[in-house]
Every structure is written in structure tokens, then in C-alpha cells.
Nanobody, 125 residues
Framework: QLQLVESGGELVQPGGSLRLSCAVS????????IGWFRQAPGKEREGVSC????????NYADSVKGRFTISRDNAKNIVYLQMNSLKPEDTAVYYC??????????????????WGQGTQVTVSS
């Protein structure tokens, strides 16, 4: 059973940066597509970014394009989400997800087989 543990969420001022990490254990990261989702209070969970198992495909929600960057280090079994120019509307719990599908990635939550517990990101002055 794959295990995902997110970290790096904290309180940051608008315009600041954070790097979220998703540590994968009990399996090898190479086999999985990874997605980042977020859920703000009172809102539905939404896809933020994803990366295919071979890193040949990355996708970003329009709201974060040009500000967020997803990357993966398969040797360390870690996926990162670098978040720059943060805005108050980025405030949410961020979740890391993994899919056994070997081609592509997706913003549909049903595409993914495993979920982490989430890490809180708060953007506020």
C-alpha cells in the first residue's frame, strides 16, 4: 500500500513562496503519476498540478500557471510543488495523490488511487 506524506505548508504573506513536498513510501515513485489538489473552506477539491510517471507531461490549473512548478525526484521518492507569488486565494489544504496509470496525468480526482492527509497553506498578511 503506497503511503504519501505532505509537508511544507505554513502561513506566508502574499507574494511569498513555499515549497511543498510529498514523500512516497512503501513503493517506488517511478511507477506513479502524481497530482496535487487543494481544497479551501466551503469549496470543492480542485486539481492544481500533476506530473506523469515518466515526467514527460505536466499540467497546471489556469489559476496557478506561471506561479507553481511541479517536479519529482524519483531517486529520493519525493515530489515537489514550488509555489511562488502566492495569493490569499491560494489558501487551502493541499493534497498529494498518486495514480498507477503509466501514461499522462489528470485533474480528475477519480484518476488517483492514493491520497495523502494534506498540508495547510495559508496566505495572509
Amino acid at each position: 500500500q503506497l503511503q504519501l506524506v505532505e509537508s511544507g505548508g505554513e502561513l506566508v504573506q502574499p507574494g511569498g513562496s513555499l515549497r511543498l513536498s510529498c514523500a512516497v513510501s512503501r513503493s517506488t515513485l517511478d511507477y506513479y503519476a502524481i497530482g496535487w489538489f487543494r481544497q479551501a473552506p466551503g469549496k470543492e477539491r480542485e486539481g492544481v498540478s500533476c506530473i506523469s510517471s515518466r515526467s514527460d507531461i505536466t499540467n497546471y490549473a489556469d489559476s496557478v500557471k506561471g506561479r507553481f512548478t511541479i517536479s519529482r525526484d524519483n531517486a529520493k521518492n519525493i515530489v515537489y510543488l514550488q509555489m511562488n507569488s502566492l495569493k490569499p486565494e491560494d489558501t487551502a489544504v493541499y493534497y498529494c495523490t498518486a495514480s498507477r496509470r503509466r501514461v499522462g496525468c489528470s485533474f480528475f480526482w477519480s484518476y488517483y488511487d492514493y491520497w495523502g492527509q494534506g498540508t495547510q497553506v495559508t496566505v495572509s498578511s
